[in-house]
């Protein structure tokens, strides 16, 4: 079925997988040709599955970001986060890592050595969400949030965790910038969940599962269902199996963005300054950390989305 013969259905994106290195894959299904943005949210990646053997884990060296808050969610497994700001926090399945880049920080992603020596398992997804005009210079900022402080929607076979922003009567205490909504939704088998409209632009990711769209279709996991405006639709797990949905989206951003590697902003000059910095090394430094990303070759100008 063609994207225009579904009735709720704008876009349907089926991500890009990336190996980097020893099997473990990540599927990039924002930004998109056929999908750049939805909402604030202009980049959506998942990690895994994969399983790590004793001694191995990842090291996502430091980096540098301007204009984005970063957003780490995880199903299985931790990863220990450290950056500019002194911050060494673990994150583990059902937690949330909001950092607020603004006008600029640097961060390292890796597997803690304790965790690294027994070998362990890594499932979760990680997502930019741009900052509004007013905010892409503020200060930057890093939250965490426990999964208990996180509000819940549960009942029916289907249990519904707010990550962030506001949906379905609730809000989650994350410090958000801008009015989005992103939610975990687990569904048991055959249960049912109605996702109201609420929001200008709307998509949902299927993490794990078949989800069941009634005349819209079914769908097998990682696929970005982007919904037409004003659309309500009906989510549902089948008889045989449950499903893991992950639903985003909020109002459309301020002005377009220009996005070059690990910078967004409204301004392309803005981003092309922040090159020159990260060469230079005018960005702070990850206290305890020595090793950093170098800029990679970034030919011709940022790319301007939508």
């Known amino acids: ?26 599927r990039r299904a924002l930004p998109h040709k056929d999908r750049r943005m939805v909402g604030p949210f202009v980049f959506l990646d998942q990690m895994g ?19 984005l808050a970063t957003v780490t969610y995880l199903l299985d497994g931790q990863i220990r986060h450290r950056d500019s700001l002194g911050t060494v926090q673990d994150i583990k399945p059902g937690e949330v ?13 890796r597997t803690g050595p304790d965790v690294r020596a027994a070998g362990s ?10 900052l509004p005009k007013d905010k892409e ?11 208990q402080e996180l509000p819940i929607l549960d009942g029916d076979g289907a249990t519904a965790r707010i990550i962030a922003g506001s949906y379905f009567g609730k809000r ?13 939704l687990a569904l048991q088998p055959g249960a049912r969940l109605t996702m109201p409209a609420e929001y200008p632009e709307q998509a949902l990711y299927v993490v794990d599962g078949t989800l069941d769209l009634g005349r819209d279709g079914r769908f097998e996991q990682g696929q970005l269902l982007v919904l037409k405006p004003g659309a309500t639709v009906t989510l549902a797990a089948t008889e045989n199996r449950g499903a893991r949905v992950m639903l985003l989206g909020g109002e459309p ?39 950093f990303i170098p800029l990679p070759d970034l030919p011709g100008r940022p790319v301007r989305y939508p």
């Open 97 to 109: 890592n909001w950092m607020t880049a603004g006008k600029g920080i640097v961060h390292s992603e």
């Open 1 to 26: 079925m063609d994207a225009f013969e579904h009735e709720s259905l704008e876009t349907i994106v089926v991500p890009r997988t990336h190996d980097l290195g020893g099997g473990f894959e990540v």
């Open 121 to 130: 398992n890594l499932f979760g997804l990680q997502c930019w969400v741009a």
């Open 172 to 184: 989650s205490p994350v410090p958000v910038q801008s009015p989005l909504f992103y939610v975990d």
């Open 137 to 147: 210079e503020c200060d930057p900022a890093f939250a965490h949030v426990g999964s």
């Open 49 to 67: 599955p994969h399983v790590f053997h004793a001694g191995e884990g990842i090291d996502v060296r430091p980096h540098p970001h301007i204009g």
């Open 253 to 291: 951003m301020d002005g377009p963005r220009y996005l070059t590697w690990n910078f967004v902003s409204s301004s392309s000059d803005r981003i092309e300054q922040a090159k020159e910095d990260w060469k230079a090394q005018r960005f702070p430094q990850v206290p305890g950390e020595t090793e």
